[in-house]
């Protein structure tokens, strides 16, 4: 089995990077290695937020192996199923239990399902030739991996409407401007710029970003009234929100404040 996902430490924080040239397109195996690589970050107490990124400059990923698509050919068609592996495409579209922040760095083109892949993270930092790209209804199909879930949750509807229909690219400037990217920096600064922002989140208190993650999406697309509701509802202690809960119970939960009034930095524990 071929190695195409690795993994650093850096403190608090990992950093997994994409390599599969010669465009970083993702098959069964690579999807399988990033969700290993994800599922082990979510078990492991010492680490708290993620950066996803890829080698090379031209290409980020340029989405699911279309020759192992093909190959798959008649089978697919008739069974109406394809397996994209553990936590869905990329081991991030569908892996909901992950409630860890993860920021993707984006260092050139996002094509297909690299793309609904980064639709999952929570941040994405961009370089400045970045290109975000869902070409799929021009290859006979739909981005069905994210794409057509989440695009026009965090784009204007008619804005993912356009790109999916004619699969033109949308450039990192324009991806700012409609907020789908938080940051776009020069090339040569990009992985400089994803570590300084994540050592910033790994300052924060590990259990409160757990619940906010568990929250946001739980209440997503709740009206205000029933979002507090929900909110309420955990603070009864009604299993509705546990990672939420258990921030409401833990000793980080005063910790702030009491380094606050002690004037001193706080130390969370995760507990």
Same mark, same amino acid.
């Given at each position: ?8 430490? /850096? ?5 997994? %990077?994409?390599? &599969?040239?010669?465009?970083? =397109?993702?098959? +069964? !195996? @690579? ?15 010492? +680490? @708290? ?35 994209? $592996? ?12 992950? #409630? ?6 984006? !260092?050139?083109?996002?094509?297909? $399902? ?6 999952? =993270? ?12 869902? *070409? ?17 949750? #965090?784009? *204007? ?8 229909? %004619? ?51 739980? %209440? ?10 929900? %909110? #309420?509802?955990?603070?009864? $202690? ?10 409401? /119970?833990? !000793? ?5 404040? &009491? ?10 524990? $995760?507990?």
């Amino acid at each position: 089995m071929s190695i195409s996902v690795s993994c650093v430490t /850096h403190g608090k924080i990992l950093e997994i %990077t994409l390599n &599969r040239p010669p465009v970083n =397109a993702i098959d +069964l !195996n @690579t999807s399988t290695q990033l969700y290993n690589a994800l599922k082990d970050f979510q078990d492991n107490p010492q +680490l @708290t937020v993620a950066v996803l990124t890829a080698a090379g400059e031209r290409l980020f990923c340029a989405g699911w192996d279309l020759k192992e698509y093909a190959e798959s050919g008649s089978e697919l068609v008739d069974s109406g199923n394809y397996d994209l $592996g553990p936590g869905g495409l990329g081991g991030l579209s569908e892996f909901w239990g992950l #409630r860890k922040p993860v920021i993707a760095a984006v !260092n050139g083109k996002a094509i297909g $399902g690299g793309f609904e892949m980064l639709l999952a =993270a929570d941040l994405i930092i961009a370089a400045e030739h970045a290109q975000f790209i869902l *070409p799929e209804i021009r290859l006979g199909f739909l981005p069905d991996a994210g794409g057509l879930q989440r695009l026009a949750k #965090r784009l *204007p509807y008619n804005l993912a409407v356009e790109l999916m229909l %004619t699969g033109r690219a949308m450039d990192a400037r324009e991806a700012q401007r409609w907020g789908l990217v938080c940051q776009v920096v020069p090339a040569a600064e990009l992985r400089q710029c994803s570590l300084e922002l994540a050592q910033r989140i790994a300052e924060g208190a590990p259990l409160a970003q757990q619940a906010m993650k568990e929250v946001l999406a739980r %209440t997503h697309s709740l009206s205000v009234e029933d979002a507090f509701a929900c %909110t #309420r509802g955990a603070w009864q $202690g009604n299993g509705s929100l546990p990672a939420y809960e258990k921030m409401l /119970h833990s !000793n980080d939960y005063l910790e702030g404040s &009491r380094a606050f009034t002690e004037k001193r930095q706080p130390v969370y524990k $995760g507990c």
